[in-house]
Structures are given as structure tokens and as C-alpha cells.
């Protein structure tokens, strides 16, 4: 396995350093000499611990021609990412021990990025009967984060017996919160912007009368929660309300909610069609500090390649979700760092160490010091990039920022000392 040694990165909080990667491991920091190893010049570059995804959609087993785990994997390295969780909604549901282990040797054998499957809540993403979780964390895969995403589970007594379940080996359910009784036929925020268009509105009380539910079925079970895509001002304000009571919840939000608004919805073109929806200023305003407060513990992309024909149609036909793997880095620094809201220290742990932590992948998410596993990215904070949706490692092109010029841009990802993406491209 060869050596490497990182000359002068710069860390969140730090001083320039080397790194020296070897078997796995960063062996040495500080001031390094006199090693065969292969340079690695960083001067002017950050160096992180590697990104982590809690909220991937990696479309294997199922739909190959969307995504498969290893353009998805590829697609993560690229953005700066070594551990992504997988979404349990592919096709079959990996609802069993059987497809979550697949995923997972999949995951493996890519070997771009740890791949830790997602178990689904409820058999089929039905929301009718609990699937075998205990099966599923005992399996290979040691699943850990359980999410009917894409669904919510909307019926009070499932939620809480999924609660109760995982509640024994500290497991997590990912709400994706969502009232369907209250979004039948929704195509985008209720609002200004849906009334002028005339489209059928997702109403913001949707999502908060679920995680105000979730919340409180979670402090009477003494279980962990975890809210997916948090997308309203409001429903900003009962997170905070549940942890300053000390409810163990925590909650994501993705980078498309932090930047774009339901006026996008106007040119109907279908790319920015997403669930839940783009909402408006003032939401992306309180999702921003949130963020900045810990209100809302991480970003996680929800990353949601489409296959061409699902999204290049009538808005009303096409699917909803956006690729953002690629793009997560830099739409944070441009909406938190450089508005002055966040650091890079924040960003480490909102988009490393706290999803790390939430996952329970103890090898990510750790200080770049002497003994961690080599899981880490160099970032180029200097460079601006206009987004082209060809360029894209990922099997769909669905991205809302095709064009866009975006801040800072991954140069390097190791995964385990193993580089993934070297001089901005991919390895393999
Ligand atoms: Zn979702």
C-alpha cells in the first residue's frame, strides 16, 4: 500500500500541517521529512475529516439506469464524501436482512465510499407492519438508522413500536415528516408562488404537525429520532423547543433548502421539483440559523438521481429530488461560510463528525490527528466552479445549479488511506 504525505494543509482552527498516510492511518502530523512517500502538495488547501451522508439515494437494487452504488459512490468521493448512508427505497425495498447486506457488499466492492445501507421502518414502505429490524441490524450490514424515506410513517402507533424497537441496541428512526392526508396531489409549497401558478400546495404545517408528534412520541419512549430534509421555519422552532426540553432528536437539512425558494417553481421546469418542496425566503432564512445554532445537527444531501425520461416531462409527471453529492461542499460555504454564519470548523461537524456520531461510523467524523483512520478530503477554498451537470459522476444529471458558479471545490479524498479522487478527479 503506498505511503502519502500531505505537505501544508491547513485545518479548521489549526495550524498548516503534513499528514503522513500509511496502512490505513494518518501515522504522523506536524512537520514531516525525509519519507519516501508520495507528496502531496496542499499548500493553500483544507484538509477535513472525510464528509458524511446520512440521506443517499443510491437507486441499487432496482434502478441502475437512475444511479448504481458505485457511480453513487463515485459521485460521493468527488464531493468530498468517504460514508454515505443508503436509503432504504429501491427496489426490492431493502427491508430485510438479505438487501441491506447487498447493499452493503456492494457498497464494499465499489470501495469509493463506506456504504452503509438504511433499513425501511415498515414492510415495503407500506406503513402497514414493522420489517425485521432486529434481523437487519443483526445482519452484516449492522444497520443502525432505520427510514421509511420518501414515505412518512404517518400511523402514531407503528412510529411508536418502531421507536420501542430500536430503543434496545440504540438505533434511530429517520422521519421523512409528512402528513399525507395533507399533501394528497401537491406539486410544490403552499403558498404565494402555488396560488399564482395555480399548482396544488404541500403545506408547511404538513411536515411540523408530524415532527411535533414524532417528537413527543420520542420522549414518552425515551427513543432516538431523527428528522430528514427539515424544510420549514416552523418546523425549526419545535426542534428547538424538543431539544431545550431534552428530547433526543436531531435533524438534517439539505443544501437545496438552504439556498433555493419555491419561486424557482415559476419556469416550471421540472428539475427543481423536490420533496418536500423549495419553500420561501423567510423559510431558508430560520433553516440558516438553525443550522448556525445546532438546532438542526447536519446537512445531508438527500442526494435523488432520476433517470431522464422521470424528469425531463410535465412538472405534475416528473419524480421529485435533485443529485447534490457533487455539490453539497460548496453550496454550504456559499450559504454559511460566506455569509459569515458558520466557519470551517462548523462545517466539519454539521457535514462530518455530528452524522458520523448519528450513524454510529466510528471510523469518520474524527480530528485529523495521529491513529485516525485516513478518512479525510482536501478542499480548495480559493477556486470558483460553474456547475455542468455532463461533467457529473453520477448516472443522472438532475442538478437544480446546472451553471452556477459555486466556492471551493474538493481537490483529493482518501478513504483509509486509499486516495479516491486526486487533482479533482476520480481515481477509478
Ligand atoms: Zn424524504
Not at 444511479?67 to 427491508?95: I, Y
Not at 419555491?262 to 423536490?274: I, L, S, T, W
Not at 458520523?356 to 482536501?378: K, S
Request: charged share 20%; proline share 5%.
Amino acid at each position: 500500500m503506498t505511503t502519502y504525505l500531505i505537505k501544508g494543509a491547513r485545518t479548521p482552527g489549526g495550524d498548516p500541517t503534513d499528514l503522513l498516510l500509511r496502512d490505513g492511518l494518518i501515522v504522523e502530523t506536524g512537520s514531516i521529512s525525509g519519507s519516501d512517500a508520495e507528496v502531496i502538495d496542499a499548500d493553500g488547501l483544507i484538509a477535513l475529516p472525510g464528509l458524511v451522508d446520512l440521506h443517499t439515494h443510491l437507486r441499487e437494487p432496482g434502478r441502475e439506469d437512475a444511479e448504481t452504488v458505485e457511480t453513487g459512490s463515485r459521485a460521493a468521493a468527488l464531493g468530498g464524501f468517504t460514508a454515505v448512508c443508503a436509503m432504504a427505497n429501491t427496489d426490492p425495498v431493502a427491508d430485510t436482512a438479505g438487501v441491506v447486506e447487498q447493499v452493503w457488499r456492494l457498497g464494499r466492492d465499489a470501495g469509493l465510499v463506506d456504504v452503509q445501507p438504511i433499513g425501511a421502518v415498515t414492510v415495503g414502505l407500506a406503513g402497514e407492519r414493522l420489517a425485521e429490524l432486529g434481523a437487519m441490524a443483526e445482519s452484516a450490514a449492522a444497520v443502525r438508522i432505520f427510514s421509511d424515506d420518501g414515505h412518512c410513517v404517518h400511523d402514531p402507533r407503528l412510529m411508536r413500536r418502531a421507536l420501542e424497537y430500536v430503543r434496545a441496541f440504540d438505533g434511530v428512526i429517520a422521519q421523512h415528516a409528512e402528513e399525507p392526508r395533507l399533501t394528497q396531489g401537491a406539486q410544490m409549497h403552499e403558498g404565494v408562488e402555488s396560488a399564482r401558478l395555480g399548482m396544488t400546495g404541500w403545506p408547511a404545517v404538513a411536515e411540523e404537525a408530524i415532527i411535533a408528534r414524532d417528537v413527543l412520541l420520542a420522549e414518552h419512549v425515551g427513543a432516538r429520532l431523527h428528522i430528514c430534509h427539515v424544510s420549514t421555519a416552523g418546523s425549526v422552532e419545535i426542534l428547538r423547543w424538543a431539544k431545550k426540553r431534552g428530547i433526543r432528536v436531531t435533524a438534517e437539512v439539505t443544501p437545496h433548502h438552504l439556498l433555493l425558494t419555491d419561486e424557482k417553481a415559476g419556469g416550471y421546469d421540472p428539475v427543481f421539483k423536490v420533496n418536500p418542496p423549495l419553500r420561501t425566503n423567510e423559510d431558508v432564512a430560520a433553516l440558516r440559523l438553525g443550522l448556525a445554532d445546532g438546532t438542526i445537527d447536519v446537512v445531508a444531501t438527500d442526494h435523488a438521481p432520476h433517470a431522464l425520461q422521470d424528469k425531463e416531462c410535465e412538472w405534475a409527471y416528473a419524480r421529485p429530488g435533485m443529485v447534490g453529492l457533487e455539490t453539497a461542499l460548496s453550496v454550504v460555504v456559499a450559504t454559511m461560510l460566506e455569509t459569515g454564519l458558520m466557519d470551517w470548523a462548523g462545517l466539519v461537524d454539521r457535514m462530518s463528525r455530528v452524522p458520523a456520531r448519528i450513524a454510529g461510523l466510528t471510523e469518520h467524523g474524527n480530528d485529523l490527528v495521529a491513529g485516525a483512520p485516513a478518512n479525510l478530503t482536501l478542499v480548495d477554498p480559493a477556486v470558483r466552479w460553474s456547475v455542468d451537470p455532463a461533467a457529473s459522476a453520477s448516472r443522472s444529471r438532475n442538478t437544480p445549479y446546472a451553471g452556477l458558479t459555486l466556492p471551493s471545490r474538493v481537490v483529493a479524498t482518501f478513504l483509509r488511506g486509499v486516495p479516491t479522487v486526486l487533482e479533482g478527479k476520480a481515481v477509478r
